[in-house]
């Protein structure tokens, strides 16, 4: 079973809003990390949070992890049309592989 | 530097025939990581190589798979007698170690099995 999950399946929003993804997961975890994906080849690293932090950001992004409630969300803000892609969730529990979800996929309208 | 590359990016064969797909990782990465994405989802795990260690080979979904590294470089990822239910788009992947660290993704290869 996928052990991260993302949340919505997809979202269209205007060029300018912001756009939150949520990730829940089961186990416990070692870190988070979000992954965007453009026309279903080669992932990008976006940012990477570990399970002793609670926020961190980088430009537009930023991702906030509740190890209590097993979730994490990822904010971009002013969106662009750029930014339209698929971004994935990703679970490492020491394990060294990571567990991906289903993925949401993003549609910013210029 | 370079980035994780991958070959061929796409490639088409006939059920039946064996395919190798390979995969160039980052220099000096010692971790090195193959998943597979079926249409409109998630990445599968299949297979991770961390140095001379064994590798965990725990993700492959059934015998026809396999895969080899030649020391902290390239690996190759073998499907025989392949099947319709093989076509995904294989992704590799390397970090500087295993687990906890962030993974570089190559672009991937686009299989499809007529």
């Known amino acids: 079973s996928q052990q991260g999950e993302e949340d919505p399946q997809a979202l269209s929003i205007q060029e300018g809003e912001n756009a939150t993804m949520n990730c829940s997961y089961k186990?416990?975890?070692?870190?988070l990390q979000w992954y965007r994906q453009n026309s279903g080849r080669g992932l990008v690293h976006l940012i990477l949070?570990?399970?002793?932090?609670r926020e961190k950001h980088s430009g537009r992004l930023r991702v906030t992890l509740d190890t209590s409630k097993k979730s994490s969300s990822l904010l971009i803000t002013a969106s662009r049309a750029a930014d339209t892609a698929s971004y994935f969730c990703?679970?490492?529990?020491?394990?060294?592989?990571?567990?991906f979800g289903e993925g949401t996929q993003l549609t910013v309208n210029p | 530097g370079a980035g994780v590359s991958q070959s061929p990016s796409n490639k088409v064969t006939e059920k039946g025939k064996d395919v190798e797909l390979r995969c160039d990782p980052i220099?000096?990465?010692?971790?090195l990581y193959w998943y597979r994405q079926r249409l409109g989802q998630g990445l599968e795990f299949l297979i991770y190589?961390?140095?001379?260690?064994?590798?965990?080979k725990s993700g492959l979904p059934s015998d026809r798979f396999s895969a080899e590294r030649t020391g902290e470089s390239v690996s190759t990822l073998t499907i025989q007698r392949t099947q319709q239910e093989d076509s995904a788009v294989y992704l590799c992947?390397?970090?500087?170690?295993?687990?906890?660290?962030?993974?570089?993704f190559g672009p991937g290869t686009r299989l499809t099995v007529l």
């Open positions: 990703a679970t490492d529990d020491s394990g060294s592989r990571l567990t």
């Open positions: 190589f961390q140095g001379n260690s064994a590798p965990d």
């Open positions: 992947a390397s970090s500087l170690v295993a687990s906890g660290e962030s993974q570089y």
């Open positions: 220099s000096g990465h010692t971790a």
């Open positions: 186990t416990s975890i070692n870190n």
């Open positions: 949070i570990r399970s002793n932090e």
